[in-house]
């Protein structure tokens, strides 16, 4: 099994920025992706980024050109760069690990707030 704890989430301003980590352990070599997702309250939970081992990047249309996603040398770790931040953004982030032979692993969630 892999365990997943994020960190980073907070209330930011309007074109501000915010930086979500997440460090997997456990079975970490079973991991090939690792990713974030978000959620509202009333809504389904979306793909916002998700990186392969070896791979690019891919993300949701409405995040493109703002968010980056990077993984750590070790693969283990996986982040989101999130700059000019709009209210839209505001959720309950997630991070994301697919692992070989296994169902997918969940971090806790962080709240992220985008408010004036």
């Known amino acids: 099994q892999v365990q997943l704890v994020e960190s980073g989430g907070g209330l930011v301003q309007p074109g501000g920025s915010l930086r979500l980590s997440c460090a997997a352990s456990?079975?970490?070599?079973?991991?090939?992706?690792m990713g974030w997702y978000r959620q509202v309250p009333g809504k389904q939970r979306e793909l916002v980024a998700r990186q392969f081992n070896s791979g690019t990047p891919t993300y949701a249309d409405s995040v493109k050109g703002r968010f980056t996603i990077s993984r750590g040398n070790a693969k283990n770790t996986v982040y989101l760069q999130m700059n000019s931040l709009i209210p839209e953004d505001t959720a309950v982030y997630y991070c994301?690990?697919?692992?070989?032979?296994?169902?997918?692993?969940w971090g806790q969630g962080t709240q992220v707030t985008v408010s004036s």
């Open positions: 456990g079975s970490i070599f079973s991991i090939y992706v």
């Open positions: 994301n690990a697919a692992v070989h032979g296994g169902s997918d692993s």
